[in-house]
């Protein structure tokens, strides 16, 4: 049986369902201090003297430490770096002269109870001094620091615009949301003198490349950092980014001779784990009366917040890169200026830069449609890339790596998209519900996705002599199958049973090198890693069975862990645990033990793409948008497990609707944050959820892997603000004036209201 | 500090009895995870909104989160560590299981027993009256579609 395509259930879930897994804030060790962090409670100032002595004097507080006491400490580094000279925006792991967002770690304390620590904490007192504050960099002129400007551009735009027929220009934005896992941040470190080893756990995402940062900071060799993963509660990109306060637990457990334990509050969590999106772009379209887009001008500006965090400017990077989506415009400029605020730092989040330019691609593209008469899929049509100039050369880079859309056919999968939507009919069905008085409308947003990034990941694959096997891979788990994943393609090379398959990941002492989880890589990278290190276990073990079986390695095939000649399986056999008896040191004149490694390596991306369909009703009276229908087709090249993909789909399509109508991370004036709790920090409900369809399309596999997969992580969230942003311009029947995410209900009925 | 006077509480959970120590402001569920040791109920926010740190005190869902250890001496206290009857999995998780009604698994324990305990005061729910119940948590990985279709099959099951 093949398991690779088939929806197999999870491996991974028992202790997940009965309460037994491992997050990091289920563990303890003996003679823990609990770390409890004070904040700025200002979004500017100069950080005067630091009063420490009150907590300091309370029983059961071990340390109290500001600036002064880590001064060796170096900033955090930049994890993914794409210009040099910005080194003086990275964030020190205690405010050192200034505070700069509300939130910003000021002073630890480190005590035996964690309400203590919290009680100890109300009364460390830091002296500030207030600045006026940036809250919104664009309107702020000059007192708004510019780090650098991302630019990409190819074609000749003056020949595109010199005599264009039409020029569209817009104005567009899209608010700050962020990931919001259920689980919040958290760490457990201990030294351990018996191996020297600082041990920490809690990691997540990018366990190795955190190891390395994290040695690095505190002056430890590599070898003396280990890393661990344990259950982790949702990434979706801001978590398992190294913070201070995982340089805090650190640096405490190593002075102090104690384990530090660290859980992050919630409330903690929307002030100082990542932000995200939070864009300004005016675009300018030249535009034939066809509809045919002849180039496109961007000028984008991103409030960061305060600091460039680990992912420095890559939001900005993947933003100007990815925005031109499915069209093969033949010119094309776009500039993003990276702007910092006193307002939480931003980093990654699921689809960073695609969710934000393909709301603003696609509706620009429908204004188009709008401005000109034509149907908007026709203006897409006519503006995609067609499938005999695949692979497609953009002529920029992203990420580091040249822009090549892997394979696909663009028109083609628009066919599939429509016909499922019947789209005449669905059309015509909506404008007979407007005229009898509904604000229904439908919305529709093309997008490419890019997954699999490089430039490496490995995978150790060994059968024990019960003929258990074991997979080890570098990448990390936040949540989204992996185990089965890997087990699949494990168990389909090898020849045994899923049952017999156990992943490990995330541990640093496991595997000398890792990426980890991020930018739908996992099974493009891991995957593949997986299917090259079992095929040479398979192949050592056709060997070795050869022997025993007096057989050619060749002729020989292997069921469910058994080993027999091909054809004849009730023939003589051998079991994988035999062979990998007879693979002992000692017995073997080769390399012992019935074990391989695997290590796949990707200069290119693999680029899916789809279309999000939405289908909204708008309550002018409330502002409400109700989203009747979702509708995500997507191309992923060949899905390993379907459920595991819609799961993957459904739950990103969730988060796309929490940033399109809910999420916003909102500051007054002063730069304090609105929404620092769930109260305020809206996400969906099972009561804002529509059941998302999903037609799945394995039509165009990638060249680039052994697989044929391309990720599927991101794509559900990618254009569900396009979609739903389109939908409500339509239901209110004026094209032009949505122009911002979130559509909050005090915005919708803004638009309403002003509607002709 | 007069609030850290410990007192002594006796907990009814799972079936179980726990003595434990605690300061009267000590919530339940910090007093069910470091002081009885039940890790399986999960705090996602601590004031009540999201519902991971849902258990059933005396049969009904409640966040624990938002009580306090001291209130519960007498009530019977259920945790998803009693879902499960040895190794065969309650309909309810077999049910999230077959339907991969969970990710990362974080919110899971708290749709677990909400659900349980809603099943059980009402075995047949409709659509709406499930949807409405389900949408006192949260959970930030599935989309809820997968765990309606789970709490579905689960009733269907559990009435047999």
């Known amino acids: 049986m093949s398991y690779v395509g088939s929806s197999v259930k999870r491996i991974e879930d028992r202790p997940l369902l009965t309460g037994r897994a491992r997050f990091v804030a289920d563990l303890s060790l003996p003679y823990q201090l609990h770390m409890r962090v004070v904040r700025s409670p200002v979004a500017h100032g100069r950080l005067l003297e630091i009063d420490t002595s009150e907590a300091r004097a309370m029983d059961g507080v071990e340390a109290v430490w500001t600036r002064d006491d880590v001064r060796e400490v170096p900033p955090i580094d930049y994890r993914m770096a794409w210009v040099e000279g910005l080194e003086r925006f990275r964030q020190p792991v205690l405010a050192a002269d200034h505070v700069r967002y509300v939130g910003e770690p000021v002073a630890i304390v480190l005590a035996t109870d964690s309400y203590l620590a919290e009680d100890a904490a109300e009364l460390v007192f830091a002296g500030i001094e207030e600045l006026d ?7 702020a002129g000059p007192e708004a620091i510019e780090t650098t400007v991302v630019e990409k551009a190819y074609g000749d735009l003056e020949e595109a615009f010199g005599d264009a027929p039409v020029v569209v220009e817009m104005e567009l934005a899209v608010g700050r949301h962020s990931g919001v896992p259920m689980e919040t941040r958290g760490a457990l470190a201990h030294y351990d ?9 809690g990691a997540a995402k990018v366990p190795h490349h955190n190891r390395a940062a994290i040695a690095s900071m505190l002056g430890l060799p590599l070898g003396a950092v280990v890393l661990r993963e344990g259950h982790v509660g949702g990434g979706f990109g801001i978590r398992g980014e190294l913070y201070p306060e995982d340089v805090l637990v650190c640096l405490a457990a190593l002075r102090l001779g104690r384990p530090i334990r660290w859980v992050e509050d919630r409330r903690e969590h929307m002030l100082a784990a990542n932000h995200s999106r939070d864009q300004v772009h005016r675009i300018r379209a030249a535009v034939e009366a066809d509809g045919w887009i002849r180039g496109v001008i961007d000028e984008f500006w991103v409030d960061q917040g305060a600091y460039l965090r680990t992912h420095q400017v890559t939001v900005t990077e993947l933003t100007t890169s990815m925005l031109p989506g499915p069209y093969a415009w033949p010119a094309y400029r776009s500039r993003g200026h990276v702007m910092l605020s006193n307002k939480t730092p931003c980093g990654t989040y699921r689809a960073p830069g695609r969710y934000e330019s393909t709301f603003v691609r696609e509706r620009l593209i429908e204004v188009i449609a709008h401005r000109l008469g034509l149907d908007s899929s026709e203006v897409r049509r006519r503006n995609l890339v067609p499938p005999e100039r695949m692979p497609y050369e953009r002529g920029i880079a992203a990420l580091g790596t040249e822009l090549t859309y892997d394979s696909g056919d663009y028109p083609g999968f628009l066919d599939r998209t429509l016909e499922y939507l019947d789209y005449e009919q669905l059309t015509t069905d909506l404008a007979r519900r407007r005229v009898d008085g509904e604000l229904v409308g439908l919305g529709m947003g093309f997008f490419v996705e890019k997954s699999g990034l490089g430039p490496f990941d490995g995978v150790r694959v060994t059968v024990d002599e019960a003929g258990e096997v074991l997979v080890i891979t570098g990448v990390a788990s936040i949540g989204q199958g992996v185990e089965t994943v890997l087990a699949q393609v494990c168990a389909d090379e090898l020849g045994v049973g899923i049952d017999s398959v156990r992943v490990r990941h995330g541990q640093t002492d496991d595997l000398a090198y890792g990426m980890g989880a991020f930018a739908s890589r996992v099974t493009v990278m891991s995957g593949s890693a997986t299917l090259i290190a079992a095929r040479r276990v398979r192949r050592k073990a056709l060997e070795a069975a050869a022997a025993a ?19 004849s399986p009730a023939g003589p056999a051998i079991m994988l645990g035999e062979v990998a008896r007879r693979l002992r040191p000692g017995l073997t004149s080769g390399e012992p033990g019935l074990a391989a490694e695997g290590w796949f390596e990707a200069h290119h991306m693999a680029y899916p793409y789809g279309i999000h369909a939405a289908i909204v009703r708008v309550d002018p009276d409330s502002g409400r948008v109700e989203v009747e229908r979702l509708v995500v087709a997507y191309e992923v090249g060949k899905a390993v497990n379907p459920e595991l993909v819609n799961g993957q789909i459904a739950g990103g399509a969730a988060q796309g609707i929490g940033g399109a109508l809910l999420e916003d991370f909102a500051y007054d004036e002063s730069g304090q944050p609105l929404a620092a709790t769930f109260m305020d920090y809206l996400m969906p409900t099972i009561a804002e959820m529509p059941d998302v369809e999903v037609l799945l399309l394995e039509e165009a596999p990638s060249p680039l892997n052994p697989l044929g997969v391309k990720g599927a992580g991101e794509g559900g969230i990618t254009a569900v603000g396009a979609a739903i942003a389109n939908a409500v311009a339509d239901a209110l029947g004026c094209p032009e004036k949505v122009t911002r995410l979130p559509l909050g209900p005090e915005r919708v009925r803004r638009i309403a209201a002003g509607r002709a | 500090m007069s609030e850290r006077t410990k007192v002594e509480v006796t907990l009814a959970v799972n079936g179980r009895s726990y003595r434990v120590r605690v300061e009267p402001r000590r919530t339940l569920a910090d007093t069910l995870r470091d002081d009885c040791g039940l890790t399986g109920t999960h705090l996602g926010c601590e004031h009540g909104v999201c ?22 001496e007498g009530m019977e206290l259920r945790t998803v560590e009693d879902l499960a009857d040895g190794d065969r999995l309650h309909p309810i998780q077999q049910a999230f299981w077959e339907n991969h009604g969970l990710q990362c698994g974080f919110c899971t324990p708290g749709f677990l027993m909400l659900s349980a305990g809603y099943l059980e005061q009402n075995p047949d729910p409709d659509e709406d009256e499930l949807r409405a119940v389900l949408s006192s948590n949260l959970c930030r990985c599935t989309g809820y579609q997968n765990i309606l279709k789970s709490v579905r099959q689960a009733a269907e099951v559990m009435r047999g």
């Open chain 1, 133 to 139: 504050p940036v809250v919104d960099p664009l309107a």
């Open chain 1, 193 to 201: 003198p018996m191996r020297s080893v600082l041990e920490m756990f």
């Open chain 1, 549 to 567: 079986l007096e057989a050619d390695p060749d002729d020989l095939t292997i069921e469910r862990g058994r080993v027999f000649v091909r054809g």
């Open chain 2, 51 to 72: 519902g991971a740190c849902t258990i059933l005190a005396d049969g009904q869902p409640v966040r624990a989160c938002l009580m306090f250890a001291v209130q519960c």
